[in-house]
């Protein structure tokens, strides 16, 4: 995605392979996209964008998060101008894995900033429960009250609110009426239209049985139920259950003025284009790394060119399937471009992901970062 700074010849890597063996890998000029949005858009579609840190900041980074927040503001900027919007302070992203409820708050505060100096742009927040201890939530009501203090400040500071999984209520809710409880007396205290999101256990262990079933059929009727009861107060719902069939399911099932917002890492373009019934669209973590890709893609979209959408983004999913959960071989990288989406740690991505990220053209320094 970026112009190589040498002739394509003079460049080389000796980069490893799935059978253990090493090969030379040439790197070849990459596509180029736009850097802002060219066109139009005819579908939704958010980056969950991740912080760069601070490599000089005084801190330890295993317990403590040093942001540079300039750069992290300036990434913003940049998906902006691509026509996308930002997810901001996203469970998929920082949350558990990096940003406490605090520094996650101050994020979404300065990111809500500079989104309305520019006139507005799209963000949407995270608003949870992760600031409340998994033991020491007693009951429904610690719960509710946790989602009522995010909800509350991130509002306050002016932000639209993306409904995240509570692992305090994967513990207590013991069935889908405790759900049903928490869910509609949320959701009926929002200023605006909310984004839930759906995260399955294949991402987060600690939210197996949510809605209050093991059963995913069972699981779906109980979500679907939800949200079509509180439709005016939701603007859509994210699914991350890497089930194409099932999102497709409940995409037919929801309100007709709720979308459904794809977190598919595995088919997201397949999803986002749609069929005679309908389509998704997106928001996703690889949309941060990719993001003159998915904008470019996206605009052949909106423009009747299904070809070319699918030309551009269709070879990014092997990437973005390697890159989510679960890693089990991973590498550290002290870098901006690695966000340690889908895994439990500070810039943690498979080596798999890595090599992919090179192969793809993913790595060089993209042109707001030079520019600082």
């Known amino acids: 995605m970026n112009k190589p700074v040498l002739p394509v010849s003079s460049l080389s890597l000796k980069l490893p392979n799935a059978d253990r063996s090493v090969e030379t890998y040439r790197l070849a000029a990459s596509r180029t996209f736009p850097s802002k949005l060219e066109g139009t858009l005819n579908r939704v579609a958010f980056s969950a964008a991740h912080v760069v840190a601070d490599p000089l900041a005084d801190v330890d980074p295993w317990l403590t998060s040093a942001v540079d927040w300039d750069r992290t503001i300036a990434f913003r900027e940049h998906v902006w101008d691509l026509g996308l919007g930002v997810a901001e302070a996203m469970d998929t992203a920082q949350r558990g894995m990096g940003l406490d409820w605090p520094t996650s708050l101050e994020l979404i505060q300065r990111s809500v900033k500079a989104a309305k100096a520019r006139g507005n742009a799209l963000v949407f927040s995270g608003a949870g429960t992760d600031h409340l201890a998994v033991e020491d939530a007693g009951n429904l009501d610690d719960v509710i009250r946790a989602y009522e203090e995010q909800i509350a400040a991130v ?5 639209r609110i993306i409904l995240m999984a509570s692992r305090a209520l994967a513990k207590i809710g013991r069935n889908p009426d405790d759900y049903a409880k928490v869910y509609n007396r949320v959701l009926s205290q929002a200023a ?18 949510y809605w209050g079933t093991s059963n995913l059929d069972q699981a779906m009727d109980v979500a679907v139920g939800v949200i079509n009861a509180n439709a005016p107060k939701v603007d859509g719902v994210k699914v991350s259950l890497l089930d194409k069939q099932r999102e497709i399911d409940m995409r037919r099932r929801l309100d007709s003025n ?18 005679d019934q309908g389509f998704s669209h997106a928001l996703l973590g690889i949309f941060d790394a990719i993001a003159p890709a998915a904008s470019y893609a996206l605009s052949r979209l909106a423009a009747g060119d299904e070809a070319g959408f699918h030309d551009v983004l269709g070879p990014t999913v092997p990437l973005s399937a390697s890159c989510s959960w679960p890693i ?3 590498i550290r990288i002290i870098s901006p471009w690695s966000a340690g989406r889908k895994a ?9 992901c890595f090599v992919l ?15 600082a």
């Open 155 to 159: 509002e306050k500071a002016g932000g």
């Open 192 to 209: 605006e239209p909310v984004i839930i999101h759906w995260l399955g256990d294949m991402f987060d262990p600690a939210l197996a049985n």
């Open 258 to 275: 709720v979308r459904m917002y794809t977190g598919d890492d595995f088919n997201y373009a397949e999803l986002i284009a749609g069929d």
């Open 328 to 330: 089990s071989t991973v």
């Open 344 to 352: 439990r740690g500070r810039h943690c991505i498979s080596l798999n």
């Open 357 to 371: 990220r090179i192969k793809q053209g993913c790595l060089p320094i993209p042109s707001w970062r030079r520019a």
